[in-house]
């Protein structure tokens, strides 16, 4: 009973020493939702690292920084164009949160501030031609990563640049944890009906596990938004479509905390076993 009692002072030890020594650092899980009105929602997955603005139970989130390819993905979406009758394909082509940078927060002042965090890749409105040899490109970001899906600005795309071909523009905002909102945008309703000039509106925030807790906490939740709207030279619906982003990650564990747990759990069982045993 006695080395029963040391070892668990030894794990409880060492688990205090581990979470010290690593406050500043919470792993997140995530997901990034971007959407093309009424074509469809593509959903890529990531994990990384969160750091955090003191220590305690009522520190938050300063800053979250995204490294290479944390989310990222290629998806394919088949749908029907509601105006057209037309078997079309949304696809989502090198989705990737990041091309660069830091969301930052404000010391002493809400979780996260607004930040700025540009999105790569590009949906591709893939027509009936086989292996999507035909296709509409609307692209997150420009060349320079100047202007973009999280960062803001207006992007224009030729799509087809002879005579007076298909134009389209896209109107870009910056991460929000606040109210974003497309003005004038087209929706369908379930019974087909266009409504030309909507408004789309998607909120952020940031919580703990509990009322008062930490962001940061194990359970904590954040969700950072950016509106975006697109123009074309079609009639409606698809003469203005909303175009939003919501990137939503959840707080958990850290690896080495939860090996670390295990063995002294596990270490705790087989010495309890072996003590029955004898």
Request: proline share 7%.
């Amino acid at each position: 009973m006695r080395k029963l009692a040391s070892l668990s002072v030894a794990v409880v030890l060492s688990l205090g020493l581990a979470s010290g020594s690593r406050a500043s650092v919470v792993e997140w899980a995530g997901t990034l939702e971007t959407s093309l009105g009424n074509f469809g929602t593509l959903v890529t997955m990531g994990t990384g690292l969160a750091t955090i603005n003191g220590s305690g139970t009522t520190s938050h989130i300063g800053t979250i920084h995204f490294g290479p390819n944390q989310i990222s993905g290629n998806i394919t979406l088949p749908l029907t164009d509601p105006e057209n009758a037309t078997l079309v394909t949304l696809v989502g082509e090198n989705v990737t949160l990041p091309v660069s940078g830091d969301l930052s927060g404000i010391s002493g002042g809400p979780p996260l501030a607004e930040g700025i965090l540009a999105l790569g890749g590009r949906f591709k409105v893939c027509l009936i031609v086989p292996g999507c040899a035909a296709y509409l490109p609307f692209p997150f970001i420009n060349q320079a990563s100047t202007v973009g899906l999280g960062v803001g600005g207006l992007l224009t795309v030729n799509t087809f640049s002879k005579g007076n071909g298909l134009k389209v523009s896209l109107q870009f905002a910056p991460w929000t944890l606040g109210l974003a909102s497309m003005k004038s945008v087209s929706t369908v309703a379930p019974n087909g009906l266009i409504n030309p000039n909507a408004t789309v509106t998607l909120t952020g925030f940031a919580h703990g596990p509990a009322s008062g807790s930490s962001t940061a906490a194990v359970g904590g939740v954040l969700q950072v938004v950016t509106p975006a709207r697109v123009e074309t030279t079609q009639d409606p619906p698809n003469a203005r479509i909303a175009a939003p982003a919501i990137l939503r990650l959840h707080f958990i564990p850290e690896p080495g905390l939860l090996l670390l747990l295990g063995a002294g759990v596990g270490g705790l069982l087989v010495l309890g076993h072996h003590r029955m045993r004898s």
